[in-house]
Protein backbone atom coordinates (compact mmCIF):
# COMPACT_ATOMS: atom_id res chain seq x y z
CA UNK A 1 0.00 0.00 0.00
CA UNK A 2 3.37 2.33 0.60
CA UNK A 3 3.02 4.93 -2.34
CA UNK A 4 6.11 6.35 -3.86
CA UNK A 5 6.96 10.47 -3.82
CA UNK A 6 5.68 11.92 -6.69
CA UNK A 7 6.13 16.06 -7.37
CA UNK A 8 6.45 16.90 -3.85
CA UNK A 9 6.48 20.52 -4.91
CA UNK A 10 3.10 20.40 -6.56
CA UNK A 11 0.76 18.82 -4.36
CA UNK A 12 -2.50 20.40 -6.03
CA UNK A 13 -5.60 19.92 -3.84
CA UNK A 14 -4.56 18.56 -0.73
CA UNK A 15 -7.07 16.72 1.64
CA UNK A 16 -5.74 15.85 4.97
CA UNK A 17 -7.02 14.03 7.77
CA UNK A 18 -6.45 15.41 10.71
CA UNK A 19 -7.75 14.62 14.58
CA UNK A 20 -9.91 17.46 15.45
CA UNK A 21 -12.11 15.60 17.66
CA UNK A 22 -12.30 18.07 20.39
CA UNK A 23 -14.48 18.56 23.68
CA UNK A 24 -17.00 21.15 22.49
CA UNK A 25 -19.82 22.01 25.36
CA UNK A 26 -22.78 24.75 24.35
CA UNK A 27 -20.22 25.60 21.40
CA UNK A 28 -17.37 26.09 23.16
CA UNK A 29 -14.21 24.07 22.56
CA UNK A 30 -12.77 23.42 25.86
CA UNK A 31 -9.57 22.12 25.07
CA UNK A 32 -7.44 22.99 21.79
CA UNK A 33 -4.33 20.92 22.10
CA UNK A 34 -5.29 19.14 18.97
CA UNK A 35 -6.46 21.75 16.81
CA UNK A 36 -3.21 23.44 17.28
CA UNK A 37 -1.15 20.22 16.67
CA UNK A 38 -3.17 19.49 13.61
CA UNK A 39 -2.80 23.07 12.02
CA UNK A 40 1.29 22.50 11.96
CA UNK A 41 1.22 20.77 8.87
CA UNK A 42 0.32 24.07 7.38
CA UNK A 43 3.83 25.49 7.70
CA UNK A 44 5.42 22.70 5.93
CA UNK A 45 2.42 22.53 2.68
CA UNK A 46 1.11 25.93 2.23
CA UNK A 47 3.49 27.26 -0.32
CA UNK A 48 3.50 23.85 -2.19
CA UNK A 49 -0.76 23.11 -2.36
CA UNK A 50 -3.30 24.83 -4.39
CA UNK A 51 -6.05 23.96 -1.81
CA UNK A 52 -5.96 22.50 1.29
CA UNK A 53 -9.01 20.89 3.07
CA UNK A 54 -8.97 19.37 6.11
CA UNK A 55 -10.99 16.41 7.32
CA UNK A 56 -11.97 14.55 10.70
CA UNK A 57 -14.21 12.89 12.72
CA UNK A 58 -16.18 14.21 16.09
CA UNK A 59 -17.28 12.56 18.92
CA UNK A 60 -19.64 9.13 17.84
CA UNK A 61 -22.92 10.63 16.54
CA UNK A 62 -26.01 9.11 15.48
CA UNK A 63 -26.79 10.30 12.03
CA UNK A 64 -26.90 14.10 11.20
CA UNK A 65 -26.92 15.05 14.65
CA UNK A 66 -26.12 18.84 14.22
CA UNK A 67 -24.31 18.25 17.71
CA UNK A 68 -21.65 16.94 16.04
CA UNK A 69 -20.86 19.36 13.53
CA UNK A 70 -17.13 20.84 13.03
CA UNK A 71 -18.63 24.10 12.02
CA UNK A 72 -17.26 25.70 15.66
CA UNK A 73 -13.84 23.45 15.11
CA UNK A 74 -13.43 25.90 11.72
CA UNK A 75 -13.82 29.21 13.50
CA UNK A 76 -11.59 28.46 16.03
CA UNK A 77 -9.00 27.24 13.69
CA UNK A 78 -9.49 30.58 11.71
CA UNK A 79 -8.56 32.42 14.54
CA UNK A 80 -5.42 30.82 15.91
CA UNK A 81 -4.05 31.02 12.47
CA UNK A 82 -5.92 34.50 11.62
CA UNK A 83 -7.06 33.09 7.82
CA UNK A 84 -10.28 32.14 6.91
CA UNK A 85 -10.84 28.39 7.22
CA UNK A 86 -13.59 28.08 5.05
CA UNK A 87 -16.43 25.46 6.51
CA UNK A 88 -18.29 23.25 3.65
CA UNK A 89 -21.38 21.44 5.72
CA UNK A 90 -21.40 18.05 3.26
CA UNK A 91 -18.68 15.55 3.10
CA UNK A 92 -18.78 15.06 -0.74
CA UNK A 93 -20.71 15.63 -3.38
CA UNK A 94 -21.22 18.93 -5.90
CA UNK A 95 -20.67 21.76 -3.25
CA UNK A 96 -17.22 20.13 -1.75
CA UNK A 97 -16.00 19.52 -5.79
CA UNK A 98 -17.13 23.31 -6.18
CA UNK A 99 -15.47 24.35 -3.24
CA UNK A 100 -12.39 22.57 -4.12
CA UNK A 101 -12.86 23.54 -7.61
CA UNK A 102 -13.68 27.42 -7.29
CA UNK A 103 -10.67 27.91 -5.07
CA UNK A 104 -13.12 29.87 -3.25
CA UNK A 105 -10.28 29.66 -0.33
CA UNK A 106 -7.34 28.48 0.16
CA UNK A 107 -8.04 26.69 3.58
CA UNK A 108 -11.73 24.61 3.83
CA UNK A 109 -12.67 22.19 6.62
CA UNK A 110 -15.21 19.78 5.39
CA UNK A 111 -18.13 18.11 7.65
CA UNK A 112 -17.72 15.63 10.20
CA UNK A 113 -17.03 12.07 8.37
CA UNK A 114 -18.52 10.47 11.03
CA UNK A 115 -21.66 11.52 9.74
CA UNK A 116 -22.07 9.58 7.01
CA UNK A 117 -21.52 5.68 7.88
CA UNK A 118 -19.18 4.41 5.20
CA UNK A 119 -16.66 6.17 7.60
CA UNK A 120 -16.56 3.97 10.39
CA UNK A 121 -18.41 0.49 7.99
CA UNK A 122 -14.74 1.34 5.73
CA UNK A 123 -16.91 1.91 2.58
CA UNK A 124 -15.00 2.21 -0.43
CA UNK A 125 -17.96 3.95 -2.38
CA UNK A 126 -17.57 6.57 0.32
CA UNK A 127 -14.03 6.59 0.13
CA UNK A 128 -13.78 7.39 -3.39
CA UNK A 129 -16.64 10.18 -3.03
CA UNK A 130 -14.67 11.87 -0.63
CA UNK A 131 -11.51 11.66 -2.17
CA UNK A 132 -12.68 12.44 -5.83
CA UNK A 133 -11.94 16.05 -6.13
CA UNK A 134 -8.25 15.99 -4.47
CA UNK A 135 -4.97 14.78 -6.31
CA UNK A 136 -3.22 14.17 -2.67
CA UNK A 137 -4.06 12.87 0.65
CA UNK A 138 -2.55 13.32 3.62
CA UNK A 139 -2.96 10.97 6.99
CA UNK A 140 -2.05 13.07 10.25
CA UNK A 141 -4.65 11.65 12.63
CA UNK A 142 -2.79 10.14 15.19
CA UNK A 143 -5.86 9.30 17.49
CA UNK A 144 -7.66 7.71 14.91
CA UNK A 145 -4.91 5.38 13.43
CA UNK A 146 -6.35 2.84 16.04
CA UNK A 147 -9.61 2.46 13.84
CA UNK A 148 -10.03 0.23 10.75
CA UNK A 149 -11.93 3.32 9.52
CA UNK A 150 -12.63 5.14 5.36
CA UNK A 151 -10.50 8.08 6.14
CA UNK A 152 -7.54 5.71 8.08
CA UNK A 153 -7.06 3.12 5.65
CA UNK A 154 -9.38 3.58 2.54
CA UNK A 155 -8.78 6.92 1.49
CA UNK A 156 -5.62 6.56 0.66
CA UNK A 157 -6.01 4.08 -2.28
CA UNK A 158 -7.65 6.85 -4.34
CA UNK A 159 -5.18 9.31 -4.30
CA UNK A 160 -1.31 10.09 -3.97
CA UNK A 161 -0.76 9.49 -0.33
CA UNK A 162 1.57 10.58 2.50
CA UNK A 163 1.90 9.81 6.28
CA UNK A 164 1.57 13.50 7.75
CA UNK A 165 4.61 15.46 10.68
CA UNK A 166 2.05 14.81 13.39
CA UNK A 167 1.60 11.13 12.82
CA UNK A 168 5.83 11.36 12.71
CA UNK A 169 6.41 12.62 15.63
CA UNK A 170 4.12 10.71 17.39
CA UNK A 171 5.68 7.41 16.49
CA UNK A 172 9.36 9.13 17.11
CA UNK A 173 8.01 9.86 20.50
CA UNK A 174 6.02 7.03 21.49
CA UNK A 175 9.30 4.82 20.21
CA UNK A 176 11.02 6.08 22.53
CA UNK A 177 9.46 4.02 25.60
CA UNK A 178 9.24 1.26 23.39
CA UNK A 179 13.08 1.25 23.15
CA UNK A 180 13.52 2.54 26.96
CA UNK A 181 11.84 -1.12 27.68
CA UNK A 182 15.59 -1.79 28.86
CA UNK A 183 15.38 0.64 31.41
CA UNK A 184 12.22 0.34 32.18
CA UNK A 185 9.06 2.76 31.98
CA UNK A 186 5.71 2.48 34.08
CA UNK A 187 2.23 3.35 33.26
CA UNK A 188 -0.56 5.19 35.00
CA UNK A 189 -4.03 4.39 34.24
CA UNK A 190 -6.63 6.66 35.69
CA UNK A 191 -10.29 7.85 34.28
CA UNK A 192 -13.92 6.01 34.17
CA UNK A 193 -14.28 3.03 32.08
CA UNK A 194 -12.41 -0.13 32.26
CA UNK A 195 -13.90 -2.21 29.93
CA UNK A 196 -11.92 -0.23 27.21
CA UNK A 197 -8.77 -0.58 29.22
CA UNK A 198 -8.90 -3.96 30.16
CA UNK A 199 -7.46 -6.02 27.18
CA UNK A 200 -4.39 -3.90 26.91
CA UNK A 201 -3.52 -3.96 30.70
CA UNK A 202 -2.90 -7.53 29.68
CA UNK A 203 -0.77 -6.89 26.93
CA UNK A 204 0.89 -3.94 29.01
CA UNK A 205 1.67 -5.92 32.23
CA UNK A 206 4.13 -8.07 30.75
CA UNK A 207 6.43 -4.76 29.62
CA UNK A 208 6.03 -2.52 32.59
CA UNK A 209 7.85 -2.08 36.06
CA UNK A 210 4.68 -1.09 37.65
CA UNK A 211 1.20 -0.42 36.86
CA UNK A 212 -0.33 2.28 38.76
CA UNK A 213 -4.64 2.30 38.78
CA UNK A 214 -6.24 5.17 40.14
CA UNK A 215 -9.55 7.19 39.31
CA UNK A 216 -12.94 5.03 38.67
CA UNK A 217 -11.26 2.72 37.00
CA UNK A 218 -9.46 0.89 40.11
CA UNK A 219 -12.16 -0.15 41.95
CA UNK A 220 -13.15 -2.85 40.37
CA UNK A 221 -10.05 -4.16 40.86
CA UNK A 222 -11.09 -3.38 44.66
CA UNK A 223 -14.40 -5.15 44.51
CA UNK A 224 -12.46 -7.97 42.93
CA UNK A 225 -10.49 -8.84 45.84
CA UNK A 226 -13.22 -8.13 48.22
CA UNK A 227 -13.12 -4.64 49.18
CA UNK A 228 -16.07 -3.03 50.25
CA UNK A 229 -16.23 0.05 47.53
CA UNK A 230 -19.69 1.55 48.15
CA UNK A 231 -21.35 3.51 45.62
CA UNK A 232 -17.98 3.85 43.86
CA UNK A 233 -17.72 3.31 39.76
CA UNK A 234 -17.90 -1.02 39.39
CA UNK A 235 -18.34 -2.36 35.86
CA UNK A 236 -19.60 -5.72 37.35
CA UNK A 237 -18.79 -7.84 34.20
CA UNK A 238 -15.00 -6.99 34.50
CA UNK A 239 -14.78 -8.39 37.87
CA UNK A 240 -13.43 -11.70 36.88
CA UNK A 241 -11.54 -10.32 34.61
CA UNK A 242 -9.69 -7.58 36.65
CA UNK A 243 -9.53 -10.83 39.71
CA UNK A 244 -7.54 -12.79 36.99
CA UNK A 245 -4.66 -9.80 36.23
CA UNK A 246 -4.35 -9.47 39.83
CA UNK A 247 -3.31 -13.41 39.67
CA UNK A 248 -1.60 -13.36 36.87
CA UNK A 249 2.10 -13.98 36.54
CA UNK A 250 3.08 -10.12 36.17
CA UNK A 251 -0.03 -9.10 38.43
CA UNK A 252 2.23 -8.30 41.40
CA UNK A 253 2.98 -5.16 39.45
CA UNK A 254 -0.01 -3.55 39.74
CA UNK A 255 -0.52 -1.09 41.85
CA UNK A 256 -3.81 -0.07 43.34
CA UNK A 257 -5.03 2.95 45.69
CA UNK A 258 -4.68 2.45 49.31
CA UNK A 259 -7.14 5.43 50.27
CA UNK A 260 -9.61 8.06 48.67
CA UNK A 261 -10.88 10.71 49.25
CA UNK A 262 -15.15 9.49 49.17
CA UNK A 263 -18.04 11.65 48.92
CA UNK A 264 -22.23 10.65 49.37
CA UNK A 265 -23.29 13.15 47.14
CA UNK A 266 -21.43 13.96 44.15
CA UNK A 267 -22.77 17.08 43.73
CA UNK A 268 -22.57 17.97 47.84
CA UNK A 269 -18.79 18.67 46.99
CA UNK A 270 -17.95 17.73 50.32
CA UNK A 271 -14.70 15.50 50.87
CA UNK A 272 -13.74 12.84 53.38
CA UNK A 273 -10.02 10.95 53.23
CA UNK A 274 -10.58 7.02 54.43
CA UNK A 275 -8.79 4.18 54.02
CA UNK A 276 -9.98 1.56 51.48
CA UNK A 277 -11.27 -0.71 54.57
CA UNK A 278 -13.54 2.15 56.15
CA UNK A 279 -15.15 2.32 52.73
CA UNK A 280 -19.23 2.48 54.06
CA UNK A 281 -21.80 1.35 51.39
CA UNK A 282 -23.10 4.92 50.38
CA UNK A 283 -19.17 6.18 49.81
CA UNK A 284 -18.40 7.20 46.48
CA UNK A 285 -14.88 7.03 45.67
CA UNK A 286 -14.04 10.14 43.96
CA UNK A 287 -10.06 10.76 44.02
CA UNK A 288 -6.80 9.53 45.76
CA UNK A 289 -6.26 9.76 48.98
CA UNK A 290 -2.98 11.60 50.21
CA UNK A 291 -1.44 7.89 51.37
CA UNK A 292 -1.67 6.87 47.69
CA UNK A 293 -0.40 9.99 46.44
CA UNK A 294 2.85 9.56 48.08
CA UNK A 295 2.87 5.85 47.03
CA UNK A 296 2.39 6.90 43.35
CA UNK A 297 4.76 9.55 43.69
CA UNK A 298 7.30 7.59 45.29
CA UNK A 299 7.45 5.00 42.09
CA UNK A 300 6.93 7.78 39.54
CA UNK A 301 9.98 9.76 41.13
CA UNK A 302 11.85 6.57 40.64
CA UNK A 303 11.26 5.37 37.35
CA UNK A 304 13.15 6.89 34.13
CA UNK A 305 10.12 6.80 31.74
CA UNK A 306 6.37 7.12 32.48
CA UNK A 307 3.43 6.96 30.10
CA UNK A 308 0.08 8.39 32.21
CA UNK A 309 -3.53 8.01 30.74
CA UNK A 310 -6.59 8.98 32.62
CA UNK A 311 -7.59 11.41 35.69
CA UNK A 312 -6.67 10.05 39.15
CA UNK A 313 -10.05 11.60 39.79
CA UNK A 314 -13.28 13.38 39.43
CA UNK A 315 -10.94 16.37 38.31
CA UNK A 316 -13.33 19.15 37.03
CA UNK A 317 -14.59 19.45 40.13
CA UNK A 318 -12.07 21.38 42.48
CA UNK A 319 -12.65 19.32 45.76
CA UNK A 320 -12.13 16.01 44.16
CA UNK A 321 -8.88 17.43 41.80
CA UNK A 322 -6.25 17.03 44.43
CA UNK A 323 -5.11 13.39 43.51
CA UNK A 324 -5.18 14.36 39.95
CA UNK A 325 -3.11 17.75 40.61
CA UNK A 326 -0.98 16.56 42.81
CA UNK A 327 0.01 13.63 40.46
CA UNK A 328 0.38 16.19 37.54
CA UNK A 329 2.79 18.14 39.21
CA UNK A 330 4.63 15.28 40.29
CA UNK A 331 4.97 14.10 36.68
CA UNK A 332 6.18 17.66 35.58
CA UNK A 333 8.85 17.91 37.96
CA UNK A 334 10.56 14.16 37.68
CA UNK A 335 13.37 13.82 35.03
CA UNK A 336 12.09 10.79 33.51
CA UNK A 337 11.42 10.61 30.33
CA UNK A 338 7.47 11.88 30.69
CA UNK A 339 4.85 11.51 27.66
CA UNK A 340 1.16 11.68 28.06
CA UNK A 341 -1.74 9.67 26.36
CA UNK A 342 -4.41 12.34 25.08
CA UNK A 343 -8.09 13.17 26.71
CA UNK A 344 -8.35 14.31 29.99
CA UNK A 345 -4.94 13.75 30.78
CA UNK A 346 -4.10 17.15 28.83
CA UNK A 347 -6.87 18.97 29.97
CA UNK A 348 -5.61 18.11 33.50
CA UNK A 349 -1.85 19.32 32.21
CA UNK A 350 -3.62 22.47 31.32
CA UNK A 351 -5.64 23.12 34.34
CA UNK A 352 -2.85 22.54 36.32
CA UNK A 353 0.57 22.85 34.88
CA UNK A 354 2.33 23.49 31.75
CA UNK A 355 2.38 21.55 28.61
CA UNK A 356 6.73 22.89 28.62
CA UNK A 357 7.14 20.27 31.59
CA UNK A 358 6.40 17.24 29.86
CA UNK A 359 8.38 15.32 26.94
CA UNK A 360 5.52 14.09 24.90
CA UNK A 361 1.78 14.96 24.72
CA UNK A 362 -0.11 12.44 22.58
CA UNK A 363 -2.73 14.06 20.65
CA UNK A 364 -3.92 10.43 20.83
CA UNK A 365 -5.37 8.39 24.40
CA UNK A 366 -6.84 4.78 23.21
CA UNK A 367 -4.23 5.12 19.73
CA UNK A 368 -0.98 5.84 22.19
CA UNK A 369 -2.26 3.30 24.62
CA UNK A 370 -2.68 0.34 21.75
CA UNK A 371 0.60 1.41 20.03
CA UNK A 372 2.54 0.74 23.45
CA UNK A 373 0.98 -2.39 23.79
CA UNK A 374 2.89 -3.48 20.45
CA UNK A 375 -0.12 -3.74 18.06
CA UNK A 376 -0.12 -2.77 14.89
CA UNK A 377 -2.37 -0.38 14.12
CA UNK A 378 -4.01 -0.10 11.04
CA UNK A 379 -3.43 4.18 10.21
CA UNK A 380 0.16 3.52 11.28
CA UNK A 381 3.61 3.35 8.71
CA UNK A 382 1.43 2.60 5.85
CA UNK A 383 2.21 5.78 3.87
CA UNK A 384 5.62 6.90 3.05
CA UNK A 385 6.53 10.29 5.20
CA UNK A 386 5.56 13.47 3.59
CA UNK A 387 9.01 15.54 2.94
CA UNK A 388 9.27 18.72 1.89
P1 LIG B 1 -12.01 8.31 30.56
O1 LIG B 1 -12.80 8.93 29.44
O2 LIG B 1 -12.26 6.87 30.77
O3 LIG B 1 -10.54 8.70 30.50
O4 LIG B 1 -12.56 9.02 31.89
C1 LIG B 1 -12.39 10.38 32.20
C2 LIG B 1 -13.38 10.73 33.28
O5 LIG B 1 -13.19 9.90 34.40
C3 LIG B 1 -13.27 12.16 33.81
O6 LIG B 1 -14.36 12.91 33.36
C4 LIG B 1 -13.31 11.98 35.33
O7 LIG B 1 -14.22 12.86 35.99
C5 LIG B 1 -13.78 10.55 35.49
N1 LIG B 1 -13.34 9.94 36.75
C6 LIG B 1 -12.08 9.84 37.22
N2 LIG B 1 -12.07 9.25 38.44
C7 LIG B 1 -13.36 8.96 38.73
C8 LIG B 1 -14.01 8.36 39.86
N3 LIG B 1 -13.33 7.94 40.93
N4 LIG B 1 -15.36 8.23 39.81
C9 LIG B 1 -16.06 8.68 38.75
N5 LIG B 1 -15.51 9.24 37.66
C10 LIG B 1 -14.17 9.40 37.66
Redesign the pocket.
Known sequence: MTKTTSSINDLGNVLIRSDLNVPIINNNISDEYRIYKSLEILDKIYNYSRTITFSSHLGRPKKNSLDYSLEPVSKKMSEIINQKVNFIDEIYGKKVNESIENSESKLNLIENLRLHEGEVNNDDEFAKNVTFPFDTYIFDAFGASHRNHASVVSFGKYLDSYQGPLMNNEIEQLDKLLVNEKTGYVVLL????IS??LSLIDNLLPKVEHLLI??????TFLKSMGYEIGN??LEDSFISKAKELLNSEHGHKIVLPSDFGVTELIESELREDINIEDFRNNH????IGPNTISEFASILLSSKNIFW????????IDKFSKGTQEITEIIAKSSAYTCIGG??SVSAINKFSNIQYFNHISTG?GASLEYLEGKKLPGVNIYNSLII
Do not use: Q
Open positions: GGAKDKGGGMCFSLIGIDNGPMGVFEGDG
